[in-house]
């Protein structure tokens, strides 16, 4: 399985250059780092093991639309998976700053989630990230989004999903699984200066898994659930808490001396996010929710250093009760860019208090080595 990976990144480096000439581009990222100790919802293993690696296929089809393959594999419990993150369609020449797009496509809430994980200044995403979207949270679905004619940038967007790689464990399903609303204002400050603001709303309409007194799972039934004789328990790798609603905040600002960020810049990053109605059982006061703040000093081209504090306040279901769950962790990071194409990430981080969560880490440290060749999408803000 390793081999046919590694063989299907050869194998998007040598044929770029082909594809380039007919219009669509070829990349690929391998992404492996070495964990001293797992942390509470942490997404790497403890060891050497590899990460998010990918291999991306996009292009024209076309005037009037554009597609984009993107197949990724990494490590799970000591074995090598598997999956089609993307594989979509989207328009190229709808009128009025419209934009549509089908298939399976990262969702654009918040302020990392349409990411890639290569393109983050940390080692592991944010808390919120790994509580409520399962690291990063693709689906199948629809998307229309609209681009304002406004001096300042302004974009409002609206998805509906299949959903389920919202919930890890779900009793239970409605079609469509998710919606999302989601708006993203910015602008320019000088020639030095620059700003983004972000909102999102989800609506999800599966259940989670309820447990009754002694833990062990009930599975119940809604209004338009899939039956046909199939266990109506569905499981994948999704988000560790879940609700029926979630909303989310996201502040970004830049700084680089005359706009020059290839040499210096500081970013500065802060996400808020709420999660209500865990389930059936929940009332007001039953709420997830969780915070980052990180700042990310380039000091040189070749050179970044960073920090990241984030907490996670929730609460945990037990039968048809909740406990309060609390989790801390904090980050720093140093980064070596010798290359475009390669990142030496060293971090640190720690977990000062974990309640009704397991595998605390008192101190973990990170050494991250990214490779990456080939075309790759422009980055967000």
């Not at 990230?129 to 693709?138: E, K, Q, V």
Request: hydrophobic fraction near 40%; proline fraction near 3%.
């Amino acid at each position: 399985m390793k081999r046919c990976f590694f063989a299907a990144i050869a194998a998007g480096a040598a044929l770029s250059a082909q594809a380039q000439e007919r219009g669509w581009e070829v990349g690929a990222v391998l992404d492996v780092a070495h964990t001293t100790r797992e942390l509470a919802l942490g997404q790497r293993e403890q060891g050497l093991a590899l990460g998010h690696s990918d291999v991306v296929l996009r292009g024209p089809i076309g005037p009037h639309f554009s597609a984009q393959l993107g197949a990724v594999a990494h490590q799970h419990e000591g074995k090598l998976e598997f999956d089609m993150e993307e594989a979509w369609v989207q328009t190229r020449s709808l009128p009025g700053g419209f934009q549509a797009r089908a298939g399976r496509f990262l969702s654009q809430i918040g302020y990392l989630n349409e990411q890639h994980p290569h393109t983050d200044d940390f080692v592991e995403r944010p808390l919120l990230y790994r509580a409520f979207l399962g690291g990063h949270w693709f689906d199948d679905g629809l998307r229309l989004s609209w681009t304002a004619p406004t001096p300042f940038y302004l974009t409002l967007g609206a998805e509906v999903f299949r959903g389920k790689q919202l919930i890890e464990e779900a009793a239970s399903s409605r079609s469509p699984g998710a919606m999302t609303l989601s708006m993203k204002v910015g602008n320019d400050i000088g020639i030095s200066h620059s700003w983004q603001l972000g909102a999102s709303y989800v609506h999800n309409r599966r259940e989670a898994a309820l447990e009754d007194a002694h833990g062990e799972e009930v599975h119940g039934h809604e209004e338009g659930e899939e039956e046909h004789g199939q266990d109506h328990h569905d499981h994948a790798h999704g988000a560790a808490l879940s609700g029926k609603k979630m909303w989310m905040l996201d502040a970004a600002w830049k700084w680089a001396p005359n706009g020059n960020n290839r040499q210096q810049q500081l970013k500065l990053v802060g996400e808020y996010a709420r999660v209500t109605e865990p389930n059936r059982n929940a009332d007001r006061s039953d709420y997830h929710e969780a915070a980052s703040l990180s700042a990310v000093w380039r000091f040189s081209q070749q050179w970044e250093v960073g920090a990241r504090t984030d907490w996670l306040k929730a609460r945990m279901p037990h039968g048809d009760h909740f406990h309060d769950g609390r989790l801390r962790e904090h980050a720093v990071m140093i980064a070596w860019k010798p290359t475009h194409g390669q990142v030496v990430r060293l971090q640190y981080s720690t977990q000062p208090r974990a309640e009704e969560f397991e595998g605390r880490s008192n101190k973990t440290i990170q050494v991250q080595y990214l490779l990456s060749f080939g075309a790759h999408g422009a980055h967000s803000f």
